[in-house]
C-alpha cells in the first residue's frame, strides 16, 4: 500500500469510544480501518500487539482450537526470524505481537494480514499435528478444571478441554473463520511509538465488532466445592470489573499469605489473581498449596481467611499496603506505553478507559467497607476445590456429581460390572451406576467423537460425559451405534482416526472365587439368620405342644401344634437346598 492511501485511511477525530480522556497521554487514530492507540517509550526498539476480540469461548467443544489454528497459519510465512514476535490465543481474544525495530514492527504487522488474508491451507493438517504436540507437552495445572466445572463445556469453560477441533477441521471451516472473526472491525492495534510507522498494511476483511460471548453455568447452586488434587487449594468467582475488585484481589493474596504461610507455615504459594473476562465481569482466583499431612489445616485455614474478610476484619494497614503498591506504577516514565494494552484490551471488550487520575481517584476511594462487600460478592459465586474431602461445614454445596435424570430406551449390561447399565435412547444416552445415572442428550451435545470400531464419546453442554464403547457392553450392536449417530446434530460429531487393535479395550476378567466369595458371603449371611429362625420356631412350637399336652394328654397330642412346628421349620429346609445349589456351583466354577 503507498504511503498516500495509509495516511487517507488514517482519521484523527473520528468516534473514539470513551478514548478522548487520554488525550495528551495516548494518541489514536485509525489505520487501514482499525482502530490504533500508540505513545512513545524509552528505548530503540518498539513494541506493538494486533488484538482480535476472537478466542476460544468464541469456538464449540467440536471446532475447539479453530482460533488457534488460525493464530499459527498467520505466522506461517514469517519462517525463521531472530525478530521477538510471537502469538497467543485467550478465552476472549487473539494477540499477535512484536519488539524490534520501526521496520522489523511493519513487517511482522503486514506479515500477519496478509497470512490472514489468505492462509496457507497447504500447512493446515501440519500446524494440527503441531497443536497437538503443543497440548501433550502442556500439561494442566490445579486450576485446569475449574473452568469446565463452572460453565460446563460452552463458552469460557473450553479451556479445560483439548482442542478437538485439530482433528476434523475442513480448510473451508478455518477460512471461513478468519474472514468473519479476523477483521479490521473486530480488531485494536497499540504501538509504543509517538507516531503510526509508515507503510503500514492492515488491510482485512470488513466485518463487525463481536461482543464476549454470554457466560454459561454448569453450578445451580453456588458457593459451591469439587474435590481435586491432593496438595492444591484453588477458589475461583466471577466478579464484577471494578477498582474495589482488582484491590480485593490483592489484600486477599496477602492475606492469605499471611495467614497460610507466614504465620500457620501450612503452605509455601499462597496467592491471588485478578483476570478481566469480558466488559462487565472478572474472574478471582486463589491459590494455596499443601504437603499432604497439612491439608485438612490449609483447607481451613483458606476458608477462615475468607470469612474474615467477610466479615469486614480488614485492617487498614491491609488496604493500605495494597494501594501503595498500585499507586507506585504511576511513577514509571514510560506509564502512557505500558497502559497500552490494557487500554486496547478495554476498546476491544467494549469495557470503560480510566485515565490515570480517575483511575488514582478511584484508589484513594477504595475503603474497607467496599472489601467487604467485593469478599461476600466473591464467596456467593464461589467454586473451591479441595483435595479429597467434604466441605459442607463452610457452607459449601457439593457440585452435581450425577445427573437429574435418566432417559428410557434399550438397556445394556456392563460386561465389567453388574452394577452398571448404559441406556441408549430416542432422547440421549444414560450410564446407570448404584451412585447416581451419568446423561448426555442429544439436543445438548457439545461434541460426540466417532471411532471406526463404534467407540462414541459424547459430552454435554453440563460438561457430563458418557462413553459408549460397543466391546464393554451387551448387545451394543452397530444397529444402536447407528441411532445414536443419527440423533447427535452433525455439527457435533468429531471423527477420530482409527485406534491400535491392541488399544480397543475389552472387558476385564472377572475373579469366580473373589465372586463366588461375594455370593457365599452373602449366602451364609442369610442362612445363618434363616437357621436362627427356624430354632426359635421349633422352641417354639415345641413348648406349644408341651403346654397343650398338659392341658389335654400326654397320650394324646395336639397334632395343630406339631403340624405348626414343622411349617416354621420349612426356613431350614430352604436354607438347606441354598448351601447344597451354592456348593455345586462353586465346585462347577
Known amino acids: 500500500m503507498t504511503t498516500d492511501l495509509h495516511e487517507h485511511d488514517r482519521r484523527d477525530g473520528a468516534d473514539d469510544n470513551g478514548l478522548g480522556a ?3 497521554l495516548v494518541s489514536h487514530t485509525l489505520t487501514n480501518h482499525v482502530p490504533t492507540l500508540y505513545a512513545p517509550a524509552s528505548g530503540n526498539e518498539i513494541t506493538a500487539g494486533l488484538f482480535f476480540r476472537v478466542g ?37 481474544y487473539t494477540l499477535f505481537h512484536v519488539t524490534g525495530s520501526e521496520e522489523e514492527v511493519v513487517r511482522y504487522l503486514n506479515s500477519v494480514c496478509a497470512g490472514l488474508r489468505d492462509l496457507p491451507m497447504e500447512r ?87 461482543p464476549a460471548p454470554a457466560a454459561t453455568s454448569a453450578l445451580p447452586v453456588t458457593p459451591a466445592y469439587i474435590s481435586g488434587d491432593d496438595g492444591h487449594v484453588v477458589l475461583t468467582s466471577v466478579l464484577r470489573r471494578s477498582t474495589a475488585a482488582s484491590v480485593f484481589a490483592d489484600v486477599l493474596g496477602r492475606a492469605l499469605f499471611q495467614d497460610l504461610r507466614q504465620e500457620g507455615g501450612y503452605s509455601y504459594t499462597a496467592e491471588a489473581d485478578y483476570s478481566p473476562r469480558d466488559a462487565g465481569s472478572a474472574t478471582l482466583t486463589a491459590y494455596a498449596d499443601s504437603l499432604p499431612q497439612k491439608q485438612d489445616a490449609v ?7 475468607l470469612a474474615r474478610l467477610r466479615a469486614g476484619r480488614i485492617e487498614q494497614s491491609e488496604l493500605d499496603a495494597v494501594r501503595g503498591k498500585l499507586l507506585k506504577m504511576y511513577d514509571s516514565p514510560d506509564l502512557a506505553a505500558a497502559a497500552l494494552p490494557s487500554y486496547a484490551l478495554s476498546l476491544l471488550l467494549g469495557h470503560r478507559i480510566l485515565t490515570p487520575e480517575q483511575h488514582r481517584d478511584e484508589l484513594n476511594a477504595v475503603t474497607t467497607d467496599d472489601l467487604r462487600e467485593v469478599a461476600r460478592e466473591a464467596w456467593a459465586g464461589a467454586l473451591l476445590q479441595v483435595p479429597g474431602r467434604d466441605v459442607d461445614w463452610a457452607g459449601l454445596t457439593l457440585a452435581p456429581q450425577y445427573s437429574e435424570s435418566a432417559v428410557t430406551g434399550t438397556r445394556h449390561q456392563s460386561l465389567e460390572d453388574d452394577e452398571v447399565t448404559l441406556v441408549i435412547g430416542a432422547e440421549g444416552v444414560s450410564l446407570l451406576t448404584p451412585r447416581g445415572p451419568v446423561t448426555v442428550r442429544y439436543d445438548a451435545c457439545s461434541a460426540m467423537t466417532t471411532r471406526p470400531d463404534g ?19 451387551r448387545g451394543v450392536t452397530p444397529e444402536r451405534i447407528a441411532a445414536v449417530d443419527a440423533a447427535v446434530p452433525p455439527q457435533a460429531v468429531v471423527p477420530m482416526p482409527a485406534r491400535d487393535p491392541e488399544r480397543v479395550p475389552q472387558p476385564r476378567r472377572r475373579d469366580p472365587a473373589a465372586r463366588s466369595s461375594r455370593s457365599g458371603g ?16 421349633a422352641v417354639w412350637g415345641l413348648l406349644c405342644a408341651v403346654i397343650t399336652a398338659d392341658e389335654a394328654s400326654a397320650a394324646a397330642p395336639e397334632w395343630d401344634a406339631v ?21 455345586r456351583h462353586r465346585t462347577r466354577a
Open 299 to 305: 483447607v481451613g485455614g483458606f476458608v477462615d481467611t
Open 22 to 24: 487520554l488525550s495528551g
Open 56 to 92: 476460544r469461548a468464541d469456538e464449540t467443544l467440536a471446532t475447539a482450537g479453530v482460533t488457534h489454528l488460525v493464530e499459527h497459519l498467520a505466522l506461517h510465512r514469517l519462517g525463521l526470524s531472530d525478530l521477538h514476535y510471537n502469538g497467543a490465543t485467550a478465552n476472549a
Open 522 to 537: 452373602s449366602l451364609w449371611a442369610w442362612t445363618t439368620a434363616l437357621w436362627l429362625v427356624g430354632l426359635l420356631a
Open 124 to 210: 493446515l493438517e501440519t500446524e494440527k499435528e503441531i497443536l497437538r504436540t503443543e497440548a501433550a507437552g502442556r500439561g494442566s495445572g490445579p486450576q485446569h478444571r475449574m473452568p469446565l466445572w463452572r460453565y460446563g463445556a460452552r463458552g469460557y469453560g473450553l479451556s479445560s478441554y483439548t482442542e478437538l477441533g485439530t482433528w476434523s477441521l475442513t480448510p473451508d471451516q478455518v477460512r471461513h473463520w478468519a474472514e468473519t472473526r479476523f477483521t479490521r472491525d473486530n480488531a485494536v492495534l497499540w504501538i509504543t511509538s509517538d507516531h503510526v510507522p509508515d507503510g503500514l498494511d492492515l488491510t482485512l476483511p470488513q466485518g463487525s465488532r463481536l
Open 563 to 583: 403340624t405348626g412346628v414343622w411349617i416354621l421349620e420349612l426356613p431350614l429346609l430352604f436354607a438347606t437346598w441354598k448351601i447344597f445349589a451354592a456348593r
Open 455 to 473: 467407540a462414541r464419546v459424547l459430552t454435554g453442554h453440563d460438561g457430563f460425559s458418557v462413553t459408549v464403547e460397543p466391546t464393554l457392553y
